[in-house]
């Protein structure tokens, strides 16, 4: 089992950057590849990013691929994303997510067992 507790969302401005980090408790971090979801109000909670275990193989929703950048450090058991170039359509909680693999690395936002509780990023035009 594993523990996420997200951090670094604010409000910003359009063309803004900010980092989000998401700590992980447990000593199992690498066996986990992680994700990072987004959920606007009013809509459904969407796919933005996923790393493999080992952070060889990254995955981009189309809407952030160039901006956003995912990366983690598993000797902190933390998992970051760096948004650069903040739209207002970027406003979102963002979640991370975890799931148990060192074979998969899932956009399935389904898939994933293990979430933290959010970060509010919010992007003035």
């Keep these: 089992q594993v523990q996420l507790v997200e951090s670094g969302g604010g409000l910003v401005q359009a063309g803004d950057s900010l980092r989000l980090s998401c700590a992980a408790s447990g000593r199992t971090f690498s066996s986990y590849a992680m994700g990072w979801f987004r959920q606007a109000p009013g809509k459904e909670r969407e796919f933005v990013a996923t790393i493999s275990w080992n952070g ?8 952030v691929k160039g901006r956003f950048t995912i990366s983690r450090d598993n000797a902190k058991n933390t998992v970051y994303l760096q948004m650069n170039s903040l739209k207002f359509e970027d406003t979102a909680v963002y979640y991370c997510a975890a ?6 690395t899932p956009i399935n936002q389904y898939e994933y067992r293990y979430w933290g509780q959010g970060t509010q990023v919010s992007v003035s035009s």
Excluded: C, E, G, V
């Design 56 to 63: 060889d193989n990254t995955y981009y929703a189309d809407s």
């Design 99 to 104: 799931y148990w693999s060192r074979l998969r």
